[in-house]
């Protein structure tokens, strides 16, 4: 019986839970596109690892003493060590590859890629199947380079034609001999060099990036392995299988892959969390208006267990249309992702891979949120008293207000402090546990505050709208859970939207600060692609008419003990007081060759004063003894620590190189145009006085935050629905007070506006909620995180308000369906509703 009264409640109610089911809809496609995404990408890159490791048995390595900051500090083996492995038993082929940046120039001028994906210069190897040719030959002397028919043809380029390859040095004029198809490298270029040329350009003169082994039929790669490992250096190199290669390159993808999950996934659990709240509205609101029926149920014999089973199965119903039509909706999102990297520059080519775990976590999803947020209203329902059923009117059993106030206290204290562990250093899976408290904890609260918040928000409303007004903020009052609930979805995704705002807003002044504050050079010259060594550009720049002082600076990382940590390197420290503001507390910034400045913060920490020394291990596993030579005041452009160029150049093949800060006599368009005429070479770089380096942070700023809203979008949307769906659920729930107030009087066009009035009054309410939370936490993650440079705390009062707005306007446009249906009632019908 229960059974047939679960579906036929689900076909009576079917346009009631089409809202609902949309709810689902939207979250569930959110987790099924990013996991079907994330799996398509996870399978494009086992397919490309396949193929670029096929038939290798052995890899030669150098062991990796550091995480490097960029592959040119990478460390290599020397190429003498591949005819000690040629001559190792079971050795069929041994092939030295060298690996480097390596950045095309198009037709027009501009580099092909670098927005992401990387940019490859390799050696060209005639016995390597992966790459093979398609038009030309490969190359055979300096000057000549084969390049990907990918990169060719977004360069406009063909065999034949006269182009320059950018390297970590002098750019090269090189000539295209040759075309190769290495198949899908998923937006990344490649330029291939004979192999002196590399090794010379790419890493130093008789060096290889790594050793690759064949082996001979009937030689399995582990023995193999062991015997070439016995011909190695005591220290310094390794030997590992090519199944271990493989692995190990499918490791940093899986990670990538990961944290991109990760991300958008917080993203989808921040809409489910929001379509939560919908749920739970529309099923306590659908068992209130059905408190009758449910009373007769009772009558005629059914258990508490089977009401509350009846109104469950409606929520499963609702979660397996949800999951369903959410799951087809999530293969497109993911066609959409996959266009959207596309036009990024990052081709995954190919279709979608379907797995079972997006289908399954589809299912357990919709199912699992759906049941759980009608599950209180259920259990509700099952308290109705069987002799509720002779009653004309039939109120459910509620519970006082003061047990939520107490209860909602409770809860947002403990996500207060949850939130507060986890900003202060404790696990960040807290700071999520504590703000989600906090939502529902102010969310039980809400029925408390929404009295007096209501009240005022409609206090203009009888003298701007007369009786529509008044009866709209009344609507709102008459039940202030449905209000509180409806407004608490909104709130979730306004709070979220406004503390990145704060936050942004925030790095905005603090940058601003730090630049008007720190940066003393007229300009900053840095790359838009990894891949840059600033020592022949300064050369350039220095014979500029007008330009006084250039002052280049290389990033990297050393190991202390097993603490790693990243310095900034430089030619003349002593350059540093003019470009960078460089404050010395004691001692000089005169280096030597092995010389260190350090922060007076890390001065403190690790107990350092001039004269100390530092034993300090780079990627090359060389080690070098670094003198305190002096110690200076905090500075955010400068970071903790400062080393001598010819101490870091010993220990890298490239030094990674950051940027160059240039002084000039005076600051005006002409030395300005000068610089860039003198940099015309290396289109990869471009040139920005003050203004310009505050406008490109704000715009990466601007652009990272546009992402988060966008993917926030998504949660407000939802609680638009939720609000379209109380409203036309308490139109409902109203019919027979409308068709009264018709009856009386009441204009259609009145109708429409007190339920418009309705709408907004509530969305404005979750809008303040949220802008306020968001407002709390945005500044307590500024206050928590000021130590590493988001030192100035701006709201940005403009952008709140604008939010505030937003609100409003998403209260109107939800109310436009429910207003209107509510002024389509037929008068005698809807006074006769029951």
Request: hydrophobic share 50%; glycine share 10%; proline share 4%.
């Amino acid at each position: 019986m229960i059974l047939k009264v679960t579906l036929r409640n689900l076909i009576a109610h079917k346009l009631r839970l089409a809202l609902t089911a949309l709810a689902v809809i939207l979250g569930v496609a959110f987790v099924a596109g990013t996991l079907v995404f994330t799996d398509t990408m996870g399978r494009q890159f086992d397919d490309l690892f396949a193929k670029t490791g096929k038939g290798v048995a052995v890899q030669v390595r150098a062991k990796k003493v550091i995480d490097t900051a960029d592959d040119s500090d990478a460390p290599t083996v020397p190429a003498s060590l591949a005819d000690t492995v040629s001559r190792v038993p079971g050795v069929a082929r041994v092939s030295g590859e060298v690996s480097g940046f390596a950045a095309l120039v198009g037709r027009d001028g501009k580099v092909v890629g670098g927005s992401g994906p990387p940019q490859l210069g390799i050696a060209w190897d005639p016995n390597d199947h992966d790459n093979p040719m398609k038009a030309g030959r490969g190359p055979a002397t300096a000057g000549e380079v084969a390049v990907d028919a990918k990169a060719a043809e977004k360069a406009g380029l063909k065999v034949g034609d006269r182009t320059r390859v950018l390297i970590q040095g002098p750019p090269q004029d090189v000539t295209i001999v040759g075309i190769v198809d290495p198949g899908n490298l998923m937006g990344a270029t490649v330029v291939a060099f004979d192999q002196g040329t590399a090794q010379r350009l790419l890493l130093k003169p008789d060096r290889f990036s790594d050793i690759t082994v064949m082996a001979q039929s009937g030689v399995g790669e582990t023995t193999l392995r062991d015997r070439i490992a016995q011909v190695l250096p005591s220290t310094g190199y390794e030997a590992i299988t090519g199944t271990k290669m493989r692995k190990d390159n499918e490791s940093d993808i899986a990670q990538l892959l990961s944290f991109i999950r990760t991300f958008l996934l917080v993203f989808a659990v921040i809409s489910i969390f929001v379509g939560a709240f919908i749920i739970f509205n529309t099923f306590s609101m659908l068992v209130a208006q059905r408190s009758r029926e449910l009373a007769l149920l009772r009558a005629v014999g059914a258990s508490r267990k089977q009401v509350t089973r009846a109104v469950l199965g409606e929520a499963i119903g609702v979660g397996i249309v949800g999951s369903t039509l959410g799951l087809a909706a999530g293969i497109g999102l993911a066609l959409l992702l996959q266009a959207l990297f596309r036009a990024a520059g990052a081709d995954l080519g190919g279709g979608l891979t379907l797995t079972y775990q997006p289908v399954l976590w589809s299912y357990v999803v919709g199912i699992v949120v759906t049941v759980s947020a009608a599950y209180f209203p259920a259990r509700r329902a099952a308290k109705v008293p069987p002799v509720a059923a002779m009653r004309d009117d039939v109120a459910m059993p509620r519970r006082s207000l003061r047990v939520r106030l107490i209860a909602g206290s409770v809860v947002t204290v403990l996500g207060a402090v949850l939130s507060g562990y986890g900003l202060a250093g404790g696990p960040i899976a807290l700071l999520g546990a504590g703000a989600a408290l906090v939502f529902v904890g102010v969310a039980m609260l809400a029925p408390v505050i929404s009295r007096p918040v209501v009240r005022v928000l409609g206090a203009a409303y009888p003298r701007l709208f007369h009786t529509p007004g008044r009866l709209a903020t009344q609507n709102a009052l008459r039940n202030p859970r449905r209000t509180a609930a409806t407004a608490s979805a909104l709130m979730i995704g306004l709070a979220l939207v406004s503390a990145i705002s704060v936050m942004s807003s925030s790095a905005k002044a603090s940058i601003s600060g730090q630049v008007d504050k720190e940066f003393a050079a007229d300009y900053m010259v840095t790359p838009v692609s990894p891949g840059f060594d600033p020592a022949e550009p300064a050369k350039a720049v220095r014979a500029v008419p007008g330009v006084r002082l250039v002052t280049s600076a290389y990033q990297g990382r050393f190991k202390v003990g097993t603490q790693q940590h990243s310095f900034l390197a430089t030619e003349r420290p002593a350059d540093l007081v003019q470009a960078a503001k460089l404050s010395l507390t004691s001692g000089s910034s005169e280096l030597g060759r092995d010389g260190l400045l350090v922060d007076d913060a890390t001065a403190t920490s690790d107990r350092l004063r001039v004269g100390s020394t530092v034993m300090a291990r780079f990627a090359d596993g060389g080690t070098e003894n670094l003198r305190v030579t002096g110690i200076y005041a905090k500075n955010q452009l400068l970071g903790a620590r400062v080393l001598a160029l010819p101490a870091y150049a010993a220990h890298s093949t490239h030094p990674a190189g950051l940027g160059m800060m240039i002084n000039t006599d005076k600051a005006d368009a002409a030395t300005k145009a000068g610089i860039e005429r003198a940099l015309s070479a290396y289109p990869n770089l471009k040139v920005q006085d003050q203004s310009d380096v505050k406008k490109n942070a704000q715009k990466s700023i601007d652009s990272f935050v546009t992402l988060l809203t966008v993917l926030l979008a998504l949660s407000i949307v939802i609680a638009a629905l939720g609000i379209i769906n109380t409203l036309a659920l308490s139109v409902i729930e109203r019919t027979r007070e409308i068709g009264l107030l018709r009856a009386v009087g009441t204009s259609r066009r009145q109708t429409r506006r007190m339920i418009r009035l309705e709408s907004v009054v509530i969305a404005v309410f979750g809008g303040l909620l949220g802008i306020a939370i968001g407002v709390v936490f945005g500044i307590a993650i500024q206050h928590a995180v000021s130590d590493e440079g988001l030192n100035v705390l701006s709201v940005p009062v403009p952008t709140l308000v604008g939010y505030l707005l937003l609100s409003a306007v998403i209260g109107v446009l939800a109310a436009l369906w429910p207003a209107w249906r509510a002024s389509r009632l037929d008068v005698l019908k809807a006074i006769a509703f029951e």
